[in-house]
């Protein structure tokens, strides 16, 4: 029973490329939330998906960060035009139902490094 | 904002009891409290989360008071392998979104 997966775990870019970041859920799973801690910090919320809808994207910075879940495949993090301040760990969960309060179960995360 | 307070950092020596404290003295009826910890370089792992019976699972117990203003987490038997940052989170059943604040740092001494 496969726990959330992400890929790639870590993410060498030079300033100005592009990022994307993958999440495959749990099995059984429908919904996926991003999270983005920067060094020596604590884990912020950026957005929660279900599958072809964005339900919250209240954390996500309003330029160059998008997020998709297609109805097939993988949720994507795409960061456009990376800057320096863009290296964290990037961090996806999954859980199975829309009730709030839901268990979100995480995965190992996506360290992004931007030179 | 996080809706808790816990000790930034706390010692426990290997084999005891890891008693990790948390306040939430603001905590609604409807709110639950969930406990995860984050090992270094890992994702945030599920730990336990309860209303206002105490719980217990394979990890850990956790003890919320009467009042439901604070709670404990216990590890019974801490091994090196506990080491890890651990957030104490107040969630209503309508939150979709977990907000972290800054956790314990549990440093397990052998």
């Known amino acids: 029973n496969a726990g959330v997966m992400q890929n790639p775990r870590h993410l060498v870019r030079r300033r100005g490329q592009e990022a994307r970041l993958r999440c495959s859920p749990m099995?059984?799973?429908?919904?996926v939330y991003w999270y983005r801690q920067l060094p020596e910090e604590g884990l912020k919320f950026m957005v929660y998906l279900q599958k072809e809808n964005i339900i919250d994207e209240s954390g996500m910075p309003k330029e160059r960060f998008s997020a998709e879940f297609p109805k097939e495949g993988p949720s994507i993090l795409r960061i456009q035009q990376v800057v320096r301040g863009d290296s964290a760990a990037y961090f996806c969960?999954?859980?199975?139902?829309?009730?709030?309060?839901?268990?979100?179960?995480f995965g190992p995360g996506t360290r992004l490094l931007v030179l | 904002d996080a809706k808790t307070t816990q000790p930034p950092s706390m010692d426990c020596a290997e084999g005891r009891a890891a008693n990790l404290p948390c306040n939430h003295s603001?905590?609604?009826?409807?709110?639950?409290v969930y406990w995860y910890r984050q090992i270094h370089s890992q994702g945030p792992q599920y730990i336990i989360h309860?209303?206002?019976n105490n719980e217990t699972n394979e990890m850990a117990s956790l003890i919320i008071t009467e009042d439901r203003k604070s709670s404990t987490l216990i590890l019974p038997h801490a091994t090196l392998r506990d080491t890890a940052v651990y957030y104490c989170?107040?969630?209503?059943?309508?939150?979709?979104?977990?907000?972290f604040g800054k956790g314990t740092r549990l440093h397990i001494l052998p």
């Open positions: 309860g209303l206002k």
């Open positions: 989170i107040v969630r209503t059943n309508r939150d979709d979104k977990i907000i």
């Open positions: 969960a999954s859980s199975p139902t829309r009730q709030g309060g839901e268990t979100q179960y």
């Open positions: 099995k059984g799973h429908s919904h």
């Open positions: 603001t905590i609604s009826g409807n709110e639950y």
